[in-house]
């Protein structure tokens, strides 16, 4: 008797399925097509640390999962090209770091070439997240905080906007706020 229900319920999923797919595979939505040249558009975005050079382009390269972000900036008189690699499978990566904070509490600004951030990638919905675990050590206690990186095509897909959020992890009197960051990126 109780094998009879499971059939009815296994044979309606399957109708089910079937309908929904109307003959074809269930395919999952596509995916926007992030990758190519990309200029920043200093007037359209927000938050402190924008480049004093906006001409310094941004390359996308996204081939599933791998999503790979190659950051040209200057340094010394000198165009220096970082390149950060993420998995949109959630499988957490390391990459160097590009800010003033780290995974690592410990390391002052002056140490920062050669360290870390550790982060996990997905998608939701239609953009990429990135989610790292930053520390900062401030007066002998350990600030922990949760950077999340939002990437997403406009409607249009001719600009890429990235969104950085800051929230605060560690409870107690120190925490880190900071204003939301908005940079958007123009297709070459």
Same mark, same amino acid.
């Given at each position: 008797?109780?094998?009879?229900?499971?059939?009815?319920?296994?044979?309606?999923?399957?109708?089910?399925?079937?309908?929904?797919?109307n003959?074809?595979?269930?395919?999952?939505?596509?995916?926007?097509?992030?990758?190519?040249?990309?200029?920043?558009?200093?007037?359209?975005?927000?938050?402190?640390?924008?480049?004093?050079?906006?001409?310094?382009?941004?390359?996308?390269?996204?081939h599933?999962?791998?999503?790979r972000?190659?950051?040209?900036?200057?340094?010394d008189?000198?165009?220096?090209?970082?390149?950060?690699?993420?998995?949109?499978?959630?499988?957490?990566?390391?990459?160097?770091?590009?800010?003033?904070l780290?995974?690592?509490?410990?390391?002052? +600004?002056?140490?920062?070439?050669?360290?870390?951030?550790?982060?996990?990638?997905?998608?939701?919905?239609?953009?990429?997240?990135?989610?790292?675990?930053?520390?900062?050590?401030?007066?002998?206690?350990?600030?922990?905080?949760e950077?999340?990186?939002?990437?997403?095509?406009?409607?249009?897909?001719?600009?890429?906007?990235?969104?950085?959020?800051?929230? +605060?992890?560690?409870?107690?009197?120190?925490?880190?706020m900071?204003?939301?960051?908005?940079?958007?990126y123009?297709?070459?």
């Amino acid at each position: 008797m109780s094998r009879v229900p499971c059939i009815w319920t296994a044979l309606v999923a399957a109708l089910l399925l079937a309908h929904l797919a109307n003959g074809r595979p269930v395919q999952s939505p596509a995916r926007p097509e992030l990758s190519g040249t990309w200029l920043l558009d200093q007037k359209k975005s927000s938050g402190a640390g924008l480049t004093r050079r906006p001409d310094l382009p941004l390359k996308i390269s996204y081939h599933d999962p791998e999503f790979r972000i190659a950051l040209s900036s200057e340094a010394d008189g000198k165009i220096v090209e970082r390149v950060l690699v993420y998995f949109t499978d959630g499988r957490g990566e390391t990459n160097p770091a590009i800010t003033g904070l780290t995974t690592n509490p410990s390391v002052k +600004p002056d140490e920062l070439k050669g360290q870390t951030t550790k982060s996990t990638t997905r998608w939701s919905r239609d953009k990429i997240v990135i989610r790292s675990i930053l520390r900062l050590n401030a007066g002998g206690h350990i600030v922990e905080f949760e950077q999340i990186d939002e990437w997403k095509l406009s409607v249009d897909s001719k600009s890429l906007i990235q969104t950085t959020r800051t929230v +605060p992890v560690t409870e107690g009197p120190i925490f880190v706020m900071a204003a939301d960051k908005k940079r958007v990126y123009n297709r070459v």
